[in-house]
């Protein structure tokens, strides 16, 4: 399916968004942690709490997206989200001390929430019934992308002229990420304005053959099943959680007594795995399923985890961290989709706030969680062993929940 036209630039709009949210947002804030610790003489945990806060604080402004959003509020809501990003940003070089960028890192949460994972994945929902899990991972994709390609243009800003410029370029580049979604994104449904989801055609077809209502026009939305949604919620919690381990490959390298290039390119492996994965799921999602799509990344997953547990030479190990990589797609889009199938467009809105909720929440956690891990038994063995328990149990969820809801929307 071709996307063209107004479906492509809202796709391109809502790539932008998770560009802006997530990848600035998040993904480039470790370049700031060095310079604020020489700055106010700080800890590194107190400078890396600012994307702990950030991210707490982004689901909590996922949470607020159903309340706020509506066709008459989406214009305002989305200029009013970037301006306070760009400003709360922007404040954040004003700062002499820790404590207040602390309060604007609440700030910068909120406002990107209400921009991020649900609004996007809202719109997507509306605007494409066809491909809809492809545009789902393209546009999740592009946070990491956004890390990669604007970490060079900040860090060499903060190099030349210093972190407070460099958190001015951020805020700048957050408006120039959100102006394409501001500007063509003209309303949450399509149909309002006269317009039609992409494969609707298709869609209509399906639904004239078959007698019935097509999947994706559900109405109304069917009871949510309470087993189902504790289920998903526990995906979400585990899928996330996979995600802390990569920032501790370095580490992992190091315990094997391998060298610091290792540990590099192990991380740089499972960073182009992380975008190039999303995709390729969404492809997959699109072609065979979610369920059988994600069952396959979740394989891929623990066969990764046993090679790092008894293959401790550099190329098994950078094999492994490529396969490991796609826990990102499982930890966004595995969790979009999977929700979608479970329980339906008409439900979404209100299930997959709290399962994103969890999922960033287990994200930030993790992180710490892992390092406690490693300081109380001095290595990863014990932290592998855990995931590999975790993968286990998502099997045994994806099964469970397509066993009770077993069309997939």
Request: proline share 5%; with cysteine.
């Amino acid at each position: 399916m071709k996307i063209s036209g107004r479906h492509l630039l809202v796709l391109i709009g809502m790539c932008g968004l998770l560009a802006s949210g997530i990848g600035l947002v998040t993904n480039v804030s470790g370049l700031f942690f060095t310079p604020l610790m020489d700055e106010f003489g700080i800890l590194r945990g107190q400078a890396s709490l600012m994307p702990t806060i950030c991210n707490i604080s982004l689901a909590v402004g996922g949470m607020m997206v159903p309340r706020l959003l509506s066709e008459k509020s989406l214009k305002p809501l989305m200029i009013g989200a970037t301006a306070v990003l760009a400003a709360s940003t922007a404040a954040l070089a004003l700062c002499s001390s820790i404590m207040p960028m602390y309060l604007l890192c609440v700030l910068r949460g909120l406002s990107a929430g209400c921009l991020t994972f649900v609004f996007a994945t809202t719109i997507i929902n509306k605007w494409f019934i066809a491909g809809v899990a492809l545009a789902t991972s393209i546009a999740m994709s592009c946070s990491g992308l956004a890390g990669a390609a604007f970490s060079p243009v900040v860090n060499g800003v903060i190099a030349s002229s210093g972190w407070r410029a460099g958190f001015l370029t951020v805020a700048a580049l957050t408006v120039v990420l959100n102006l394409p979604a501001i500007l063509f994104l003209p309303s949450i449904d399509p149909r309002t304005k006269g317009l039609a989801p992409l494969g609707a055609d298709e869609a209509a077809a399906a639904q004239e053959n078959a007698g019935g209502v097509t999947k994706a026009e559900e109405v109304p939305a069917p009871p949510i099943d309470m087993l189902v949604f504790i289920a998903v919620v526990a995906f979400a919690l585990f899928a996330s959680a996979l995600t802390a381990l990569p920032q501790h490959f370095p580490g992992l390298a190091e315990t094997y007594s391998l060298g610091a290039a290792v540990g590099a390119a192990m991380l740089s492996v499972s960073m182009i795995s992380n975008s190039a994965g999303k995709i390729l799921l969404g492809a997959l999602i699109d072609r065979i399923g979610t369920k059988l799509s994600v069952l396959l990344y979740t394989v891929l997953n623990a066969v990764a985890v046993v090679m790092m547990l008894v293959m401790h030479a550099p190329t098994p190990l950078i094999i492994a961290a490529g396969f490991f990589g796609l826990c990102y797609a499982l930890g966004t889009v595995g969790i979009s989709m999977l929700t979608r199938d479970a329980f339906g467009i008409g439900n979404y809105s209100k299930t997959y706030p709290t399962i994103s909720l969890v999922g960033n929440i287990a994200n930030a956690a993790f992180a710490t969680v892992v390092g406690f891990m490693y300081d109380f038994t001095g290595g990863y063995a014990a932290t592998l062993i855990m995931f590999l328990a975790m993968l286990a149990a998502v099997v045994a969820i994806v099964l469970f929940v397509y066993g009770r809801t077993p069309q997939e929307a």
